[in-house]
């Protein structure tokens, strides 16, 4: 699987930004999906998670209540809506698949390339 993400740019503190990830390669409907974040400095930071039908989420505490991941396996696409922007939350946001939900990311068999997200106070 290949996966491009996509969507990322300069927001003011309280803004929005929706982050896309289209998959290539192989269909994303048999694979749990993933947000994953790293600011300057910093390791890989869970931020959300996805099982294969979008049944099961699950999000990081820091980003509860104002960020929303969807998917939709038709497009091979996932994406991760972001409200309520934080400076915090300024890192390289990363899409990620494997089989099963995971927060942990080192077990991720597959990653895209990043798109950074600034917030400015």
């Known amino acids: 699987v290949q996966l491009q993400a996509s969507g990322g740019g300069y927001v003011q503190a309280g803004g929005s930004l929706v982050l896309s990830c289209a998959a290539s390669?192989?269909?994303?409907?048999?694979?749990?999906i993933a947000w994953f974040r790293q600011a300057p400095g910093k390791g890989r930071e869970f931020v959300a998670t996805?099982?294969?039908?979008?049944?099961?989420?699950y999000y990081a505490d820091s980003v509860r209540g104002r960020f929303t991941m969807s998917r939709d396996n038709g497009k091979n696409m996932l994406y991760l809506q972001m409200n309520s922007l934080k400076p915090e939350d300024t890192a390289v946001y990363y899409c990620?698949?494997?089989?099963?939900?995971?927060?942990?990311?080192?077990?991720?068999?597959?990653w895209g390339q990043g798109t950074q997200v600034t917030v400015s106070s």
């Open positions: 990620a698949a494997r089989k099963g939900t995971s927060s942990d990311p080192q077990q991720y068999d597959y």
């Open positions: 390669g192989r269909t994303l409907n048999t694979y749990a």
């Open positions: 996805m099982n294969w039908d979008g049944r099961i989420i």
